[in-house]
């Protein structure tokens, strides 16, 4: 037994053994240092007699240590000697223990009473974050000087402290000591100021913590709990709230990701929106003598409304609309999906670079179309067994993806879903594309209509077939007379495309007893079509027949295929009354439908998308509804579901809310409509997904991100809620609503908005009705001159004058106005704030070092004009630019830099050159367009180069101050007709004039005193 104890000199030095209760021999004089450390098992342990020191970290990170007696005989403990043993409950120190040192109690979170009535000298955080201390006894001649050096910080629990001489104090909450008007020992005191300095408290609010601590007690009297108190502290593992705690603020415990579990002792806690988003490991709340257990998206009845509220913010990065799963806000590499979360929606993760592992809980039944697509660094997804349906593209181009358990019950695996997954080992299911299929050709009978047949002929109007047992695939494609067909053939097979493209087809009668794919797909003016014999209609059979309005049906047609009735705008209405399968975008685009009623159907994915006049959607509890049904009809606003009608106007009623009362599958619908939209927290739209011709952006949504709606041709027109209030950098450029807009007034303005003055000419005069002028409103206007701004409470987001490079003059609310003549002005003259930032931004395209010098610029503006000031361009400033047609410089600009416009092919025009007096090398190399630049005498030197390949430039100015005309100065200068050579000129370069083959006449003001090069003027046929 000895063996395991190595003892030298009285000095306990090392121990070899492993039990619980370890009891220290007899003649141990001294513990030594580390001798017990980490030995984490240690439950127990008995000193002898006669010890007398504990050196530093013997017992450190015992963390399962509850018990130790301490010997009369002991005097010194050593620093951090008792650091990390959680489990330690109490300490009785004989008198001969005078001192503590440095940390020795340090993290002894369950230690709750300590005597030590010999103790006169305390270390540095000799128990500090001891957060269960309750009861201290120290030597009433204590050194309470430094206890200011965290000593007691963090034991907010301590509620009795009592001295050797006697005196004994009582609290239920220490704070009483610092804000009490009465008398306070100075030792109580000195504790209570070492105590609260890890926190900051102002009138009850806990505002600052300045510890991480494992576990922590609010002390009574705190009222609330500040914005971001405990943001970000990852060590803390739980926290006892006081009875008097009312309120919680945002993000107060925001990305605590190691807090499992809250204790309440009221459940009228306000919880601000926020307060414990990222808290991923929170499993539970303890109210009273309830405990809550949280996880999941589903809430029993009767459960509290602050459960609810917690339990929507531990999931508020997971954007969930009934059971489905729409989208994923986070940033986690590996993302726990919330129990209860039955579909994975479409494009839910698509294109997240961050994403590494992804854990589904039992709930998840579908993972619906791109739903991981281009998850390019996720390696791995744990699948439960209860999946059934994996659909097109859910996993397609995961190029790191090497796990994935295949669940018994998976029915279906979608077309790509696992293309272009190489890392994954795949057995039993397709990954990429099918290989093709021949389809042997059909045998046409004497009296069916061959394929091809009448393709593209002209000499049809009317069409009535003799009972043909088959139309072949395109017989009539594209036959632009055709005006009305009837067939009357109940066995008959149209085949696909048979009539697509007849641009004069109004009307059609078919009996028969197959309509293939886009049989009349495409016949834009087809208004009626009747239809029987029939129970299927196949893919795109009416597919953009936007003018058909009136269409019967046969009763028992059951199923419509996919994009049937795509873009049929016109379609005022349609009986789904006996439909049970609806396939995938089959009615995408009809605009004028107005309502649907869908019973026991199967409904496709996007089956309704962008159906921009839908306002009533009815359906029973037998429906389903597959990925974004009803994807963009935002104009919808009421659902009827088993008879009961919803309303719904707001973007959060998609949400799961601990306020929802919607049932779950109106929920979807909702969802399935707005998912078009990409929304923030701050409820503004990130981006437009959709395709329709109308957008009612939801009441709630207060504004819209920069280039949310950018580039949607198809959006006609957008109805604005009461409180949209803020647009960003070209949220709408290139929609059809704004150029709409542009057509109607120099203005748009929506709720004293201005969003858009692309339109404005040379002056804008912006009255009182216009609250804010939007980012990007009047950017790269470069007609307007002159801005009048008539109120004072007119604001102006960042940007929005960018690259007005004319406007000189702004006249503000008080009547005073300014101007901008020079780039100097902003700093030399005094404009009010507003002023300045315009006139900065009207110039942004300008950016300036040193004395004058250009170093940056946009080439994006065709016209540009320099403001004065600028006296050198730098190098390659417009290298390559693809729109500049035109630049007007500054008087002040003396120097133009080598590759200066080098290759900006469009420039036709440089003037107020007069003042240039160096180009440097290559500066308008490869400037195949400019015709025009207007030197003068007071160019002195010119560079190799310098317009080469200018081969529309027809006229030249050759300066009487310069005395070398270098190499290729002109090379192929194709237009040039006649150059004046001044007596200055004392030398012309080798290529100088080369290839001016339209070059007929040079003339010398003193041809002998120029040396020319013996090819300066090679290949100038015309000379």
Known sequence: MQDRFIIENGTLVSFKGE???????????????????????????????????????????????????????????????????????????PEAVTSLGKGTFLYCDGLETIIAPGAKKLGTQAFANCTHLRSITLNSRIDCSNFKNDVFTGCLGIKEISLSDGYSYHTDNLINALISDGEVHPVVRAAAESLYRSIEIEDGVLFKLHVDLRTFELPEGIKAVGKGCFLDKKGIVSITFPESLERIGSNAFGNCISLEQITLKDPHVTVEEGAFRGCSSLKRVVIGDRIYTLGGIDCAGGTPRIIRQISDQ??????????????????????????????IGESCFEGNERLDRVLLPDSVREIHENAFRNCICMQSVVMPEGLRAIRRSAFENCRKLIRFNVPAGLEEVGFAAFRGCVSLETEGFETGTPAAVRVPDRVYGENDIPAYRYCFDGSFTELVPDKPGIIGKYAFSVCPELRSVVINAPGCIV????????????????TAGRIEKGAFSFCRELEEAEIDGVTELEEEVFAGCSSLKKIRLPEGLSRIGRRCFDECTSLPGFDFSGIRHIGERAFERCDSLKEVRLIKAEVGYHAFADCAGLETILLDGETRLQSGAFFGCTFADRVVFCGTEYPFSEFAQSRNTAGSLLPVRVQEVIGSVYSCFEVSRRNSIVRYKGDASKVRIPEDIVSAGDE?????????????????????????????????K??????????????????????????????????????????????????SRTAADCFAFRNCINLKTVTCADGKTYTLESCTDLTEKDYPETVRRIFSECINCF??????????????????????????????????????????????????????????????????????????????SGCKSLESISLSDALED??????????????????????????????????????????????????????????????????????????????????
């Not at 085949?495 to 078919?510: D, H, M, N, Q, R």
């Open 19 to 93: 039990e619980h209760s370890v009891i220290i021999p007899e003649g141990v004089k001294v513990i030594g240092k580390e001798v017990f450390r980490g030995m984490a098992w240690i439950t127990d342990v008995t000193l002898p007699e006669g010890l007398v020191g504990i050196e530093d970290s013997a017992f450190k990170g015992c963390r399962q240590l509850k018990s130790i007696g301490f010997p009369t005989s002991l005097k010194s403990i050593g620093e951090l000697a008792f650091h990390r043993c959680h489990s330690l409950e109490e300490v009785i120190l």
């Open 314 to 343: 531990l999931i508020s990065d997971f954007y969930i609309s009934g059971k489905v799963l729409m989208s994923y806000t986070g940033s986690e590499e590996r993302v726990t999906v919330p129990e209860g979360v039955e579909v």
């Open 742 to 791: 542009r057509r109607e007034a120099e203005f748009t303005v929506v709720n004293g908005l201005l969003i858009d003055a692309a339109g404005c000419g040379e002056k804008a005069v912006i009255d009182g009705s216009i609250s804010r002028i939007c980012s990007w409103a009047f950017a790269g206007n470069t007609r307007i001159k002159e801005l009048v701004l008539r109120s």
């Open 708 to 740: 949310a709606f950018r580039d949607r041709l198809r959006v006609e027109d957008i109805r604005f809620p009461a409180g949209f209030s803020r647009s960003g950098r070209m949220t709408f450029s290139g929609t059809g609503w704004l150029e709409r």
């Open 495 to 510: 085949e696909k495309y048979a009539f697509e493209k007849c641009g004069s087809l109004k009307k059609i009668k078919v």
């Open 942 to 1023: 010119l560079g190799k180069r310098a317009f080469e390949h200018c081969c529309e430039l027809k006229e030249i100015h050759i300066s009487n101050k310069l005395t070398v005309i270098p190499e290729r100065a002109f090379f192929r200068c194709k237009s040039l007709k006649r150059v004046f050579i001044p007596a200055s000129v004392k030398e012309i370069g080798t290529q100088a004039f080369a290839f001016c083959s339209e070059l007929e006449e040079v003339i010398f003001e003193d041809r002998d005193g120029v040396s020319i090069a013996e090819d300066a003027f090679a290949w100038c046929d015309k000379l």
């Open 847 to 924: 950016k300036l070092e040193g004395e004058g010098v250009l170093t940056e610029s946009t080439g994006n503006i065709k016209e540009l004009v320099f403001p004065e000031g600028i006296k050198e361009i730098a190098p390659q400033v417009y290298m390559d630019c693809n729109l500049l047609e035109s630049i007007v410089l500054s008087k002040d600009t003396k120097i133009i830099g080598k590759c200066a416009f080098k290759n900006s092919k469009w420039l036709r025009r440089v003037g107020n050159a007069e003042g240039v007096e160096r180009i440097d090398a290559l500066a308008f």
